[in-house]
């Protein structure tokens, strides 16, 4: 680079002129081509690979802390959780910015209980709970970065619950201000580590925030509640995969899931609406009023009206 481009560059970076200057290592196409990397396994398939970076977001209350430490847990263990499976146990770290630590011991109980595995071995599942920390945290100050380095020794996926809470990133519709965590998300994958942001949804459904958080991320999964949804059913929500670097198919294929007494149940959305609307059948509703409540067009609810009752389950509704 020209001396008049680094003068530049020393301005725009805050580089003082005797800084070394940055080496980048540059492979033509045919060395690209005959390289040799290692295979990219799964960590939790088939959505978070080795070096992978995700985000699961979903509002307030929706179960996002449930289903962080459950797949944490499955990931030490070497287990599965719902639909999703670790083929081989790994360290993993999750922080917590938000649960009190009362509540956590709580809800780790549960989920060791409810494990049909073995019990991870011992170190592969930590926490970090700031609820129990002297001082802040903030996921965007390097100082704090490096203050984590030495607690991310062997570890093969980072948790982080939440970004709110844990990255103190001032308006969260400035993209530039999420430059900081992404770099270090990007050092963690550089180092062989997977990173997984949990996320508050806005008003509107989506991310908060600036969407340029997406950009690296492998995988973007939003919980939603469904339309029947009440607010005695706890836990309950359907996933969907907004983002599939490397999946598609079955794989990618949005489902409902819940959490009750006896652990975690799934089903297809399709099943779901199925059942919604032959329980609003059933009720003597119309098939236009089925349509407005469920938001499922009426030809929909015609078909599925008369898919049940093939099957000999009652769905006999008005005619619109």
Not at 138 to 159: C, H, I, K, W, Y
Not at 215 to 233: E, G, H, N, S
Request: hydrophobic content about 40%.
């Amino acid at each position: 680079m020209p001396d008049r481009e680094w003068e530049e560059y020393d301005r725009l970076t805050g580089n003082t002129v005797d800084a070394p200057r940055p080496s980048f290592r540059i492979l033509t196409g045919d060395e690209l081509r005959s390289a040799t990397f290692p295979p990219r396994d799964f960590i939790l398939s088939p959505w978070l690979p080795s070096k992978g970076l995700a985000m699961i977001y979903g509002s307030r209350g929706i179960g996002k802390t449930h289903l962080t430490l459950s797949c944490a847990y499955a990931i030490a263990s070497g287990g599965c959780f719902l639909r999703w499976r670790a083929p081989t146990p790994r360290r993993v770290l999750v922080i917590d910015g938000e649960m009190p630590a009362a509540a956590l011991q709580e809800r780790l109980g549960r989920i060791v209980e409810a494990a049909n595995e073995a019990p991870p071995e011992p170190g592969y599942w930590r926490i970090l709970a700031m609820d129990l920390q002297n001082g802040g945290f903030d996921l965007g100050n390097v100082a704090d970065q490096r203050a984590l380095d030495p607690d991310l020794t062997g570890v093969g996926v980072v948790f982080v619950d939440n970004i709110s809470t844990l990255a103190k990133l001032g308006r969260e519709n400035e993209a530039e201000s999420w430059l900081p965590v992404q770099e270090w998300a990007l050092e963690q994958r550089r180092a062989g580590r997977s990173v997984v942001f949990m996320h508050h949804a806005g008003k509107g459904g989506e991310q908060r925030g600036t969407s340029r958080r997406e950009d690296v991320l492998d995988t973007v999964i939003a919980l939603r509640r469904p339309q029947d949804y009440q607010a005695d059913q706890g836990a309950r929500f359907e996933v969907h995969f907004e983002k599939n670097r490397g999946f598609h198919g079955e794989d990618a294929k949005a489902f409902e899931t819940a959490l009750g007494a006896g652990g975690w149940t799934m089903r297809d959305l399709a099943d779901a609406d199925m059942e919604r609307v032959v329980l609003l059948a059933a009720d003597s509703m119309s098939i236009r009023d089925i349509a407005k409540e469920t938001g499922i067009s009426k030809s929909r609810v015609d078909r599925m009206l008369r898919k049940a009752r093939e099957a000999g389950r009652s769905g006999q509704a008005p005619c619109a």
